[in-house]
């Protein structure tokens, strides 16, 4: 896929799982969704999940919904990573990662800035 038809990227047009991560996450609150489609700048996975909670117990349970509705799916993670301290959850579903930030982890790994090039879709 060349980087013009991934800008062409919609909220429609994303892949399901994509979709019932990004719900669950708005579902339990998180705060600034975004979702950089990666498949034209990235050979290791396809779509960042990005979004924080104000604490780590949000984060957290941002994490458990996702999971489980994922898991209804059929859709389970090949890692996770940072559940038990809260401020940054990695969830690791091969074709798409989902980043659970604290606000001040976010603010500091930046992660929308560093992959800038990843065309973006904010809900």
Known sequence: MDSQEAKKITKRGLPSDIKTAVKAGQD???????????RAVSSF??????????????NASLAETIAQDLKKSGVRPLGVEGAAHGEWVLMDYGNFVVHIFSKLARDYY??????????????
């Open 28 to 38: 339990k609150k998180g705060e600034e969704i975004l979702v950089l489609d990666l």
């Open 110 to 123: 930046a992660l929308e800035k560093l992959w800038g090039d990843a065309p973006k879709l904010a809900y």
């Open 45 to 58: 996975t396809d779509f960042f999940i990005i979004m924080n909670g104000n604490s780590g117990r949000q």
